[in-house]
């Protein structure tokens, strides 16, 4: 017998051994192999006559005469008959006899090298960023292919998609008369014995992947011409030594070049075959969240024994993922379970609130108010984010919160990023608050040293009731006489440190947000936050009129914007900011220059002005004061414009190549106009017209709720991309859905605080493994710290 006979006899055995384990693992059914067991055997076991004896008649047999004559047959042909282990849920059997044993000592933190993946097993994960089993069970398949029953070639109809497993007779590479087109062409078997031939278009590197004799699994449209079977590959893969590859749901794993599936399956298989059980750091919490077994999650992620147990498998698995975040957030705010004040509140202190506002609160507020003043009451410290369009009344509802500590003797503080803000706060405040006696006093950067000595000795004395103020209000001088509650306005704008300054005396704590971003998102992002929305506007106000524009009508929206300029009212706009950097930021500066030049000839009677991202803070403020007191008809700016300023008389905004604004911020920017009763328009300028982008800016145009086109961002962009979550530590979630999968995110992080409130730093028995997974998995998660 030469080698090549003794190669296709090794060949065939190992083809009948692998679809007759698989049919005695599943109950010897018959449903393993289409067309039938016997089939396969009539076709691949002529050189086995013994064992088509022992199988001959097998649809008549009953099931148990069946098992035993699957044993015998594996037993003839030198497989081995694998034993239930009953106590483990697995993935389907591999092929008899090359199960790995469990290892004796394993954790997630056993490196990859035990598993002996072979040569270059170990080099091959490292690039993968793979090194310990945590790392290999966690390299999660992007996609599933179901291979349970894969079709003869003959089977399949002309046309249709199919998955066959075929082993390669020879192959050339063929050069057609068409100029510069080659084809790959070989030729195949397939488990029956039919030959078909694989199709390649100017592929040549497909050759040397093809070996004669090897197995391989392809994808792609069937041909039938004449006779003539043709597969149009669209993918192929190396089947590999062990059967991970056909006969079930088969994992497709993220990969770079040179690593192949069949290999990442075999170590996907043999990590999990290390593990007896594999350790579950939720275990105390099974039952009462309803959640799948690690163990098994794992097992059925990787290996799905059905399309159900790996819905179930995901679901475990993304919950994982949020409670690991949310515990993170939680733990490094220090905020989990703190005692704050319990502050006294009476219909009657709200009834004098409601009867000195010049206005009536919206539903919206109203139920957002009610949920602060629960928390004012309760022991536990506030930390509440309150998020609204602009426009919607957060400040009043700051406001009532801040009537509510002065009336139980406690003083409120507002902090504001910007001078200008911090400004309109404070006349805001003192309409509000001045008629009911309460005393509001303003500290900012700019004022002499003599008003500044004069307030901080108010506050000290405990005079001042309320204090607005900008980074002053934590500069060191600053003493309260009772601090009791921290109002933060755009809290993503301060740093850490600075917001704790002012929290020394862990006052209750809101924090006020106008830029709308989905409740699922704002979960993650402020971990340690209650949230609140106010998702409501305001009887009266008008819409602000939104169109969009392209390259070629773009003069359109100057002239549209020169009659606004007549009637008295101003107008702003925008140009994309470059990203950060010293370069980028001149060049930014240089573009902008050359927009202002641009329109000062277009429109030569309007007086212009720059914003730009060079200026210092202070010079902002100084243009922003100039605009609001109308020094200048147009504003050209390349930052965003700074949220919650008022320009009562601007009602234009113009946005230059809108398309490389997010949704959420298009929206913030629209905001900006019409915040004086008039009138407002927004033309979006696209600089370029592709359908997907004009998609996504007509959900500018057709709706005004920030919170709709929030979601509708977050779809379309990821979280990754929206303003200010890139810098936050916003992790890249493996399989969670930020736009999907809020009621996971919701259960997640009610357990999470419910942990922590029985044990703030996971120092309990029970909680030994979950601190160790998140310490493993705290740079891969990614944190935001808040407060």
């Known amino acids: 017998m030469n080698r090549e006979e003794h190669v296709t006899r090794e060949e065939l055995k190992a083809r009948l051994i692998r679809p007759i384990a698989r049919e005695l693992a599943d109950g010897a059914q018959d449903r393993v192999v289409a ?41 003839l042909l030198g497989g081995q008959v694998a034993e239930s282990r009953p106590q483990r849920l697995e993935p389907p059997q591999a092929v008899p006899g090359t199960r790995s044993p469990a290892l004796e000592t394993v954790s997630f933190d056993t490196p990859v090298e035990a598993l002996n993946l072979g040569p270059g097993g170990r080099k091959k994960l490292a690039e993968l960023g793979i090194r310990a089993l945590r790392d290999l069970l966690h390299h999660y398949p992007r996609r599933y292919e179901d ?36 084809l790959v062409q070989v030729r195949f078997m397939d488990a029956w014995g039919w030959k078909f031939t694989g199709v390649w278009f100017n592929q040549p590197w497909v050759l040397k992947q093809m070996p004669e004799g090897a197995s391989l699994v392809l994808s792609g449209r069937v041909q039938k011409r004449g006779g003539v079977t043709s597969l149009m590959v669209e993918y192929f893969e190396d089947e590999g030594g062990e059967s991970l590859s056909t006969g079930r749901i088969v994992p497709v794993y993220p990969a770079k070049e040179g690593i192949g599936q069949a290999f990442l399956r075999r170590a996907a298989w043999r990590a999990l075959e290390a593990f007896q059980t ?49 515990l993170k957030v939680m733990i ?45 009451q309760s022991e536990r410290q506030m930390a509440r984010l309150v998020q609204g369009d602009v426009g919607s009344g957060k400040t009043a509802v700051a406001a009532a919160a801040l009537f509510v500590a002065a009336q139980n003797g406690a003083q409120g503080a507002l902090m504001a990023p910007t001078e200008i803000l911090a400004k309109q706060h404070f006349e805001n405040l003192t309409r509000y608050l001045y008629p009911l006696g309460v005393s509001v006093d303003l500290l900012v950067g700019s004022m002499s040293n003599g008003e500044k000595r004069s307030v901080l000795e108010r506050l000290k004395s405990g005079q001042t009731q309320v204090v607005v103020g900008t980074h ?78 392209t390259q070629k009508t773009r003069t359109q929206a100057y002239a549209f914007a020169r009659q606004e300029i007549k009637k008295g009212h101003q107008v702003f706009v925008v140009t ?35 914003l730009h991202g060079k200026m210092k803070a202070e010079e902002k403020d100084a243009v922003m004061e100039r605009f609001k007191q109308g020094a200048f008809d147009l504003l050209v700016s390349t930052t965003v414009i ?121 120092e309990q028995p029970e909680h030994a493994l979950l601190k160790r997974e998140l310490q493993a998995r705290a740079e891969a998660i990614g944190f935001r710290e808040v407060i």
């Open 278 to 326: 594999i350790p579950d750091p939720l275990e105390p919490y099974l039952k009462q969240a309803s959640l799948m077994p690690l163990d098994r999650a794992l097992r059925q992620a990787h290996f799905p024994s059905s399309e159900e147990q790996l819905e179930q498998a995901l679901q475990r698995l993304k919950f994982d993922e949020f409670l690991l975040l949310e």
């Open 147 to 182: 291979r349970r029953t894969l079709q003869s070639i003959r089977e399949v109809e002309d046309g249709a998609k199919a998955t066959v497993v075929g082993k390669v007779l020879s192959r050339e590479l063929v050069k057609t008369p068409r100029k510069g087109l080659q």
């Open 332 to 376: 490094e705010s220090g905020g989990s379970a703190l005692l704050g004040r319990v502050f006294r509140v009476t219909p009657e202190m709200l009834e004098r609130f409601r009867a000195a506002l010049p206005f009536t609160l919206t539903g919206a507020q109203e139920r957002v108010l009610s949920e602060i003043l629960a928390d004012m």
């Open 576 to 610: 994309p900011m470059i990203e950060e950097g010293e370069s980028e930021a001149t060049a930014e500066l240089a573009a902008a220059t050359r927009l202002r030049e641009e329109l000062e000839i277009l429109l030569p009677d309007v007086r212009i002005d720059l």
């Open 35 to 75: 067309g039938g067991l016997e089939k396969l055997i009539q076709n691949l076991g002529q050189p086995f006559p013994e064992v088509g004896r022992l199988l001959a008649g097998y649809r008549q047999m009953d099931v148990e005469t069946r098992k035993e004559q699957l044993k015998k047959a594996l037993e």
């Open 642 to 762: 700074e949220v919650g300023v008022d320009i009562p008389q601007a009602t234009v905004m113009i946005i230059e190549n809108a398309e490389r604004f997010g949704l959420a911020q298009l929206h913030q920017l629209r905001g900006r106009v019409g915040r004086g009763g008039l009138e407002s328009y927004c033309v979006l300028i696209a600089g370029e017209t592709s359908k997907r982008t004009l998609e996504r800016l007509r959900v500018i145009e057709e709706s005004t709720d920030g919170f709709y086109i929030a979601e509708q961002d977050l779809r379309l962009r990821g979280p990754g991309e929206l303003r200010g979550t890139r810098q936050s530590g916003m992790p890249d979630l493996r399989l969670g859905d930020l736009a999907s999968d809020q009621a996971i995110i919701e259960q997640s992080r009610a357990l999470a605080k419910a942990i922590l409130e029985a044990d703030p730093y996971l």
């Open 472 to 549: 002053a209000l934590i500069q060191d001088g600053v003493a309260f006489h009772d601090l009791g509650l921290a109002v933060i306005d755009e809290e993503h704008r301060f740093g850490v440190m600075q917001r704790r300054r002012l929290l020394g005396q862990r006052p209750d704590v809101l924090v006020m947000s106008a830029t709308p971003i989905p409740r699922s998102l704002a979960l993650t992002l402020y971990g340690d936050l209650e949230v609140s929305q106010i998702d409501e506007l305001p009887p009266g106000r008008t819409p602000v009129r939104t169109k969009i524009l």
